[in-house]
């Protein structure tokens, strides 16, 4: 066993005990202990595990060695691609990276706030897109020996919400373009950040214009196949999809993402278990953040079956998928999605729990039916 599958075997012993017990020292504790683990896990290099070659995905033209991978926040700084090739995921997503390194979020002498729930198979998290900025991303990115079939996905957010801002971005998306990443993710719904607003959940004239923005001043304007999905949250209203899906087919967007994390406390609460309750209101009283896992399983399914029924009456000119985030743990999420033509798969609270039962082999074990 490596460390750090000992670690996660060892900490879902105490993990139940201080979320319960004790809510600002498991928000203290956890913050501190996720990066630890993560910084530790990036440097484990299992022997790599092989699972079926049935599984893989042609889309876009770029191969796909599964339709499951990491979710964007899990390797902001653009390490851990030998990591995740070996557990066999379907792709590498690095990010999300700004334009200018961003230092996140503190408060209660807690930098990068983060609690999870481990019996409500959820977490909270008030990070702030913390990240070493674009140009040392990019620089990790670069010193990667890519092995086939195993893509380069970089999620990418602005450094704020003015005209200049998107200025920004837009050159960073087009620099992007001479590296050796596959597809870009547009992160426009994080909600732990306090420049204005990324977290959209309506289409309003301020959204679409930024969306105009990026496709008039990067979509347009690309040299190579270098697909772009956007990353909505799952909190978009699904009354608003068909609207949602004809502007962006139209703007030049490849994909949608719902989604990221969840900011409607009163509806989650019904799925935190009575004993995590506590600390629930606590880090959302206190921090506020995005919640992830369980609770956003069901509008993550019905956002995307939603969407791919809406796509099937539209005659769209390009390659456009829809990939779902949010909930997914286990077999049985992915199949019901594929069902409904969902192309690919993104997990990140999933793949913890995954990876404290089943180790490096959780890829393996996920398919494994
Ligand atoms: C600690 C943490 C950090 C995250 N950072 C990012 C990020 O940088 N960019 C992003 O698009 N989503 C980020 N997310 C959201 C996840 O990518 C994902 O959309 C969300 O957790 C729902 O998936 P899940 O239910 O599988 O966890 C983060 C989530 C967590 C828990």
């Known amino acids: 066993m490596t460390l750090c599958e000992v670690l996660a075997k060892l ?12 809510p600002y020292f498991s928000c203290f504790a956890y913050s501190y202990f996720r990066k630890y683990f993560l910084n530790r896990l990036k440097e484990e290099i299992p022997k790599p595990i092989r699972i ?6 042609k889309l876009w033209g770029i191969t796909f060695r599964t339709p499951l991978f990491n979710a964007a926040g899990m390797f902001k700084d653009g390490r851990g691609y030998q990591l995740a090739y070996s557990q066999c995921a379907g792709a590498f997503l690095a990010g999300t990276v700004t334009p200018n390194p961003k230092v996140g979020n503190f408060r209660k002498c807690i930098l990068h706030p983060f609690v999870p729930y481990p019996f409500s198979g ?3 998290n008030w990070l702030g897109l913390p990240n070493p900025g674009y140009k040392k991303v990019i620089g990790f990115l670069q010193q990667i020996s890519k092995v086939e079939d ?4 970089l999620s990418f957010a602005s450094d704020g919400d003015s005209h200049a801002d998107l200025e920004v971005l837009c050159n960073v998306l087009k620099d992007a373009e001479r590296y050796n990443i596959d597809f870009i993710e547009l992160n426009e719904s994080c ?18 214009w930024r969306l105009e923005y990026v496709a008039t001043n990067f979509l347009k304007k690309r040299r190579r196949n270098l697909p772009v999905i956007l990353k909505l949250s799952n909190d978009f209203p699904e009354e608003l999809v068909p609207n ?8 030049g967007f490849d994909g949608i993402n719902f989604g990221n994390t969840s900011t409607n406390y009163n509806f989650l609460k019904s799925y935190i278990v009575e004993a995590e309750q506590r600390t629930f209101a606590y880090f959302t009283t206190v921090f506020g953040g995005g919640v992830s ?19 099937r009456t539209k005659n769209i000119k390009q390659e456009f998928y829809v990939i779902r985030t949010g909930g997914i743990k286990d077999y049985r999420d992915l199949e019901e ?23 490096h082999t959780l890829y393996r074990k996920f398919f494994e039916i």
Do not use: C
């Open 244 to 251: 949602l899906l004809d502007i962006i087919t139209e703007m």
């Open 122 to 124: 959820a977490s909270s």
């Open 11 to 22: 900490d879902t012993f105490f993990r139940a005990g201080l979320v319960q017990n004790f």
């Open 293 to 311: 896992g369980a609770p956003l399983k069901e509008k993550s399914y019905s956002l995307t079956k939603y969407a791919t029924e809406y796509l």
């Open 191 to 208: 909600p732990n950040v306090n420049h204005g607003n990324l977290h959209h959940t309506r289409l309003d004239e301020h959204f679409i």
């Open 52 to 57: 079926s070659e049935e599984l893989k995905i």
């Open 150 to 153: 195993f893509p380069i996905g």
């Open 337 to 359: 999605s594929k069902q409904q033509s969902v192309a690919l798969f993104q997990w990140f609270t999933g793949y913890f729990e995954n990876f404290a039962k089943f180790g």
